[in-house]
């Protein structure tokens, strides 16, 4: 799945906000594997623009593309469709359900679109250190293995974007990169395109385009 963008911009924003951003009033086209890391400061909009690429929110002026069909015209059934198939996402806030166990909510994700058989979640938690956590109840999980959950949800469906809000923000620098080599490997065999939004430049992190939002 090939997207661009085209003077994209908050609508709260003003173009002087965005006068210095890579990202903001830019026409940028990625085609399919791209690695794309965002360097976005607090209050720059990184968790708006993920929500704008899902197709969450559509505050925003300019236009973002997917395969030369604008996003923001997209019906509920075309977005639910995109979200299935083409888009995964990791989001700054998880939205996991507490009530539910960690296989419970990975499974439920990986059941909508299934790509992987279900014995490879035990798999992917036993590389991430969660293994014993997955008959756990999210609510009782530390924020680390909740974002590890995330993280293994994300990548239980077929996506060719696949969408990453600070990932690894509650992860130690070990638990990251095995994450992150996890990550690297599931957009291999999809060749997806990968965007990475964080706080500060990830030095782990083999980046073939760099933008400050």
Not at 141 to 146: A, L
Not at 182 to 192: H, S
Request: hydrophobic letters at 40%.
């Amino acid at each position: 799945m090939d997207f661009e963008i085209q003077q994209l911009l908050p609508a709260w924003f003003t173009s002087s906000q965005a006068a210095t951003s890579d990202f903001w009033l830019k026409d940028l086209s990625f085609k399919q594997g791209e690695l794309i890391e965002i360097v976005a400061p607090s209050g720059s909009g990184k968790t708006s623009l993920i929500h704008f690429l899902y197709g969450m929110r559509k505050d925003y002026t300019g236009i973002i593309r997917y395969n030369n069909k604008e996003l923001s015209t997209a019906g509920y059934e075309t977005m639910a469709q995109y979200r299935k198939d083409n888009l995964s996402v990791v989001f700054q806030d998880m939205r996991l359900f507490n009530s539910q166990t960690v296989f419970e909510n990975i499974e439920i994700k990986r059941q909508l679109a299934p790509f992987h058989d279900s014995g490879l979640i035990k798999e992917m938690a036993s590389r991430l250190g969660i293994a014993d956590k997955l008959d756990a109840l999210c609510a009782n999980c530390s924020y680390g293995e909740q974002q590890r959950i995330a993280i293994i949800r994300a990548l239980m469906q077929p996506f060719d974007i696949l969408l990453l809000d600070e990932p690894f923000s509650h992860l130690d620098r070990n638990n990251a990169e095995k994450a992150m080599k996890l990550i690297l490997g599931e957009a291999g065999k999809r060749n997806a395109t990968i965007i990475f939004a964080d706080l500060e430049q990830t030095s782990f992190y083999p980046k073939t385009r760099l933008f400050y939002l």
